[in-house]
């Protein structure tokens, strides 16, 4: 088993040795998935390959990212409890798909069949319309959407975004009907293309959909970050407009919670390390990608809250039984 003095002595750059990688089993001999639960493009996706590059480079078998999209991260969650619990099959969990679908519907999976090595990263969740939408701010938009029923789209059903927003519309008396986007990709397409009036989803998804001619490209009237965030600076968070909406949705590295202890341990730390390196967090920064580690242990008990969160919100807004 690998020391844990090594992880430290690595992580405070007091040694420049790779990871040890000496185990009884030779593991890993064979390159090793990331199944990602939404499309190529997503946040969620650029974190996983972003660690997924970390990760090779102190090995020497390939970490490869498998995209596996559906039911707002639910297919692709649901794939990745069925491998085989020998470690060579990692899943990259998001808030929601993690903590709030297994609560909604048979999900093919429960949150404690994985378990957690790492939370990685967060992103703030942005509210965007389209450009030439009616609505300049979201005072404009929330007044509306109490006299008219008003449509919006988020990564899918269960997800942090659409919990967040159908809590803020309860609590407010928003006429909302939502639609899923098969991702954020897909849900950024929806706002697009007109078929719904806004779309809530990570803020970063926005960046490629702001500099278009004419009336075309989004605009990003709110972000749920409590101070503003760089990539956005003209956008005001939902706090500074007056409205009590503070949303982030969080990704992190999970695997089957029958794999061997010693596999578990070695995951552990290799990912502690390389996702506490310079080298990850430039790499994150190039995608506006919050830096936001958390240890196996921190990470179980932020998703142990979230279940109860969740569970509380879904029952709130009739989606569960009491």
């Known amino acids: 088993m690998i020391s844990r003095t090594l992880i430290t002595a690595g992580i405070l750059g007091l040694t420049a040795a790779p990871l040890a990688q000496a185990q009884a089993d030779d593991y890993p001999s064979e390159p090793i998935k990331i199944v990602v639960p939404f499309a190529a493009g997503d946040a969620l996706d650029q974190s996983a390959r972003v660690i997924a590059d970390q990760m090779e480079d102190e090995l020497d ?22 491998a085989e619990p020998d470690g060579y099959t990692l899943l990259m969990g998001s808030t929601g798909a993690l903590t709030a679908r297994p609560l909604m ?23 965007a319309v389209a450009k030439d939408s009616e609505w300049e701010d979201v005072d404009q938009l929330f007044a509306a959407a109490e006299d008219e029923r008003i449509t919006y789209s988020t990564p899918g059903p269960g997800t942090t975004q659409h919990i967040n927003m159908g809590q803020f519309a309860l609590e407010n008396g928003l006429n909302l009907s939502h639609i899923g986007g098969k991702g ?10 007109g078929e719904v009036d806004f779309v809530f989803v990570g803020a970063t998804n926005y960046l490629g959909h702001l500099d278009g001619e004419d009336d075309e490209g989004l605009r990003v009237l709110g972000v749920g970050s409590e101070e503003r965030v760089d990539y956005l600076p003209d956008t005001p968070t939902f706090q500074e407009a007056g409205h009590d909406l503070t949303a982030a949705v969080w990704f992190g590295l999970l695997t089957h919670s029958e794999v061997p202890e010693e596999r578990v341990a070695f995951l552990e730390e290799l990912i502690s390390k390389v996702a ?27 998703i142990d809250g979230n279940v109860e969160l969740h569970r509380q919100i879904l029952t709130d807004m009739g989606v569960l039984e009491n």
């Open 276 to 302: 506490q390196s310079e080298e990850t967090r430039d790499a994150y920064a190039k995608f506006n990608l919050q830096d936001s580690f958390l240890d196996a242990d921190a990470f179980q008990e932020r």
């Open 184 to 193: 954020g990709t897909g849900a950024v397409t929806n706002v697009l293309t």
């Open 105 to 127: 519907a048979d999900s093919g999976y429960k949150t404690d069949d994985f378990q957690p090595l790492a939370q990685l990263v967060e992103v703030p969740i942005g509210l």
């Open 61 to 82: 078998v390939s970490v490869v990212i498998q995209n596996i999209a559906g039911a707002g991260g639910a297919v692709g969650t649901a794939e990745a409890v069925q």
